[in-house]
């Protein structure tokens, strides 16, 4: 399956998690109803990955965790936040960076909709 029909299945799940349960709940809750409504989808998922980093010939074991890795490509940082900024932007793409990953999703459900809480980050990305 292409990145992209694997994203799109990730931002229709998304939608109707949000159409269901609205904006306010913890990242946490998300995380795991969107992990649980992909799977049903036949879609492989990993949650809290940690990924070792190697910096300066020393290496650290989980140097940060990934939210949710989908078919071992496609990385979604969930936010609950009022407003995504720039900082979020920036983790994202450091980790797609680190992971040498081409697309992640940008995921914040505490938009009004969640089509205004959806960011598609490219890290040098070329279409398959």
């Known amino acids: 399956m292409r990145i992209d029909e694997i994203s799109a299945i990730v931002v229709d799940e998304c939608i109707s998690i949000h159409r269901e349960l609205g904006p306010g709940l913890f990242e946490s809750v998300y995380e795991t109803i969107l992990a649980g409504g992909l799977e049903a989808r036949g879609l492989k998922v990993a949650r809290q990955v940690p990924v070792p980093l190697i910096f300066d010939n020393h290496a650290f074991e989980a140097a940060f965790?990934?939210?949710i890795l989908v078919?071992?490509?496609l990385?979604?940082?969930i936010k609950s936040v009022e407003r995504l900024d720039k900082a979020?932007?920036?983790q994202l793409l450091t980790y797609l960076r680190i992971f040498k990953q081409p697309v992640g999703l940008l995921?914040?459900?505490s938009e009004a909709t969640m089509k205004d809480g959806i960011r598609r980050m490219v890290n040098d990305y070329k279409p398959e």
């Open 75 to 77: 990385i979604l940082e």
């Open 88 to 90: 979020h932007a920036r």
């Open 71 to 73: 078919d071992d490509r």
């Open 65 to 67: 965790k990934i939210d």
């Open 107 to 109: 995921l914040n459900f």
